[in-house]
């Protein structure tokens, strides 16, 4: 089935409904296939030789960079009577809270925080995922990151680490590193300067390893040093990369604790996010001319969507996109580029919503199921196909289906098949449209809109996003 896309919104919209009727009949429609790896073989589909010199310096770069921080374990370890367990996994970004009033962070309870951050932060500068804290520093010798293995291997897992005990050293996958760095600001603004020395550098040092990670068309992948598998993919999932432009905006304006920073820094940081927002631009999905959503991974190279863990496909994810257009709102001079992609995935989301139905546990032998409720909040599947944006679902044996209720009841129960989520972003569009964030047409070019609300005057042809 194909989707065509008239001029009306209402007949748009009807032609959505009508693929989504057609669900009804479900069907197994196809199997989930792996990434193609990363590889420096591959730099030869890059049409220009700039391009290929730049990703293979990055890629050279990763690789010496994952050599020495295996390097450094391995030396902490060297001559020891025996190596310590590993640290514990577990809720990460609670013991690490940014609401706190300020003064907290200058607490015994924030620096007990900082400290283990600070021990824990791998050589290249980054941090693990799914760690607290609240606990220990780190002992010599010991791992630099929990255990993030799957809890659920399957033959031929796409989430198998290569090596099992070197995953996740260093990502920004479950706000990993981002928090880190957001923390440390936050305590370092609290204490007298030759306190807040070894804060700060750490801090410096986390904002140089996502300077180091982010790829050369701007976008960031899971983890860094690569790690091989969908880990070296664009990462939109669970709010990854946008996260780090968001902290990007922060140090370059010097905002949210990031005042007094060096000027290289901030700087860096400005380039960092203005690179980010054209990697954006460039990965929204479209279809027969008309822009849509994002998907929660791109190929590094081709920025074809890609799969993830086997029960997520290579598809557009309406969780990943509305926390997409939420960041591009709040950009304080959006450009025509920006506010068309805003636009565009906005009126994407209104034609994908369903109306008159939940998702929910019915009982214990049906577990989640998709079923009608009269005046429920507006509802969105997860993921969409990208050529006959009808909802997708993924099961661990990697089949991909039609209909939720064909997957595994662990799949259906385990995963958010649909969420309420994008609703947050049709709101944040509306008051985007009061606040005067979107340009309006003007006779000579576009009018741009200052952060404080007024208008200024742009040419046309502006090109910066």
């Known amino acids: 089935m194909s989707i065509t896309f008239p001029s009306s919104r209402s007949r748009w919209t009807a032609a959505l409904l009508l693929g989504l009727a057609c669900a009804v009949q479900s069907a197994m429609i196809g199997v989930n296939a792996p990434v193609v790896p990363l590889t420096p073989e591959r730099l030869s589909e890059l049409d220009s030789a700039d391009l290929r010199r730049a990703w293979g310096q990055y890629l050279e770069h990763s690789a010496q960079q994952r050599a020495a ?36 962070y200058g607490s015994a309870q924030a620096l007990l925080v900082a400290n283990n951050i600070v021990s824990f932060q791998t050589p290249a500068g980054g941090w693990g995922k799914n760690q607290p804290r609240d606990r220990p520093v780190r002992l010599q010798g010991q791992d630099y990151v929990a255990n993030s293995n799957s809890k659920h291997p399957t033959p031929g897992d796409f989430d198998q680490a290569i090596e099992p005990h070197w995953s996740y050293v260093g990502t920004i996958d479950n706000d990993a590193t981002v928090t880190e760095i957001r923390f440390l600001a936050k305590v370092a603004a609290q204490l007298p300067p030759e306190q807040a020395a070894v804060f700060r550098q750490s801090l410096l040092k986390g904002l140089s390893y996502l300077f180091s990670a982010q790829f050369p068309n701007g976008a960031w992948p899971q983890v860094w040093p690569l790690q091989g598998g969908y880990h070296d993919a664009i990462t939109l999932n669970d709010n990854a990369m946008v996260a780090v432009a968001e902290l990007m905006g922060a140090v370059a304006r010097g905002e949210q604790g990031f005042h007094g920073l060096p000027q290289h820094v901030q700087e860096q940081a400005a380039l ?115 050529r006959t944006l009808k909802p997708v679902f993924g099961d661990r044996d990697k089949s991909l289906h039609d209909d939720v209720d064909d997957i595994s009841l662990e799949r259906r129960n385990g995963y958010a098949w649909y969420g309420t989520g994008p609703a947050k972003a049709l709101a944040a569009y509306a008051e985007w449209l009061k606040s005067c964030r979107t340009p309006l047409k003007a006779q000579q070019g576009h009018d741009i809109c200052r952060s404080d609300g007024s208008l200024q005057q742009a040419a046309s042809d502006r090109a910066d996003p």
């Open 69 to 104: 921080d295996k390097a450094a374990l391995a030396a902490e370890r060297a001559g020891s009577a025996a190596t310590p367990a590993g640290p514990e996994g577990g809720n990460s970004e609670k013991s690490m809270p940014l609401n706190q009033p300020p003064a907290w």
């Open 272 to 386: 960092a996010e203005r690179r980010a927002i054209e990697s954006l631009l460039a990965t929204q999905v479209s279809a027969q001319g008309r822009k849509l959503l994002w998907a929660q991974q791109y190929d590094a190279l081709s920025l074809a969507p890609v799969s993830a863990r086997n029960y997520e496909p290579a598809a557009l994810s309406s969780a990943e996109s509305a926390q997409v257009l939420i960041y591009l709102m709040s950009l304080p001079q959006p450009s025509p580029a920006v506010v068309q992609a805003v636009e565009a995935g906005v009126a994407a989301l209104r034609a994908l919503a369903i109306e008159g139905m939940v998702w929910g546990k019915v009982d214990e032998a049906q577990g989640r199921r998709l079923r009608p409720r009269a005046g429920a909040a507006q509802l969105w599947a997860r993921y969409y196909d990208s």
